[in-house]
C-alpha cells in the first residue's frame, strides 16, 4: 500500500499563500486520481481539488480562482499551491490518492496537516 506524507501547514495571515505538499511512498505507476480535501472543526470532509493521472483538475468552487493543484510524476508528488487565503479556508487537510492494486482501487489517506489563517 502506498503511504502519503503531507507537509507545508501551517500559520497564514488572510490573504497569504501557503504550498502544500504530498509524497507519495513509491511511483504513481499504480495510482490515478490524488486530490486534497480538508475537513474544518464539526464540519464534514470536503474535496477541495483533485487531479487526475492525465493532469484534468477539478476544483471546489469555494476555491476556484485562488488554488491549484500539481502533481510531479518524477518526484511522486502532489501539490497544492493556496493563495489569497481566507479564514474560512482553515482545516486539516487531508492528500488523498486512488491507488490501484490488480482490479481493485482503495483510496489511501496521509495523516492530514493542519492550515490555521488568522491575523
Known amino acids: 500500500q502506498v503511504q502519503l506524507v503531507e507537509s507545508g501547514g501551517g500559520l497564514v495571515q488572510p490573504g497569504g499563500s501557503l504550498r502544500l505538499s504530498c509524497a507519495a511512498s513509491r511511483s504513481f505507476f499504480s495510482i490515478g486520481t490524488m486530490g486534497w480535501y480538508r475537513q474544518a472543526p464539526g464540519k464534514d470532509r470536503e474535496l477541495v481539488a483533485d487531479?487526475?493521472?492525465?493532469?484534468?483538475?477539478n476544483y471546489a468552487d469555494s476555491v476556484k480562482g485562488r488554488f491549484t493543484i500539481s502533481r510531479d510524476n518524477a518526484k511522486n508528488t502532489v501539490y497544492l499551491q493556496m493563495n489569497d487565503l481566507k479564514p474560512e479556508d482553515a482545516a486539516v487537510y487531508y492528500c488523498s490518492a486512488d491507488e490501484y492494486r490488480g482490479l481493485q482501487k482503495y483510496r489511501v489517506w496521509g495523516q492530514g496537516t493542519q492550515v490555521t489563517v488568522s491575523a
Open positions: 487531479i487526475r493521472s492525465d493532469g484534468i483538475t
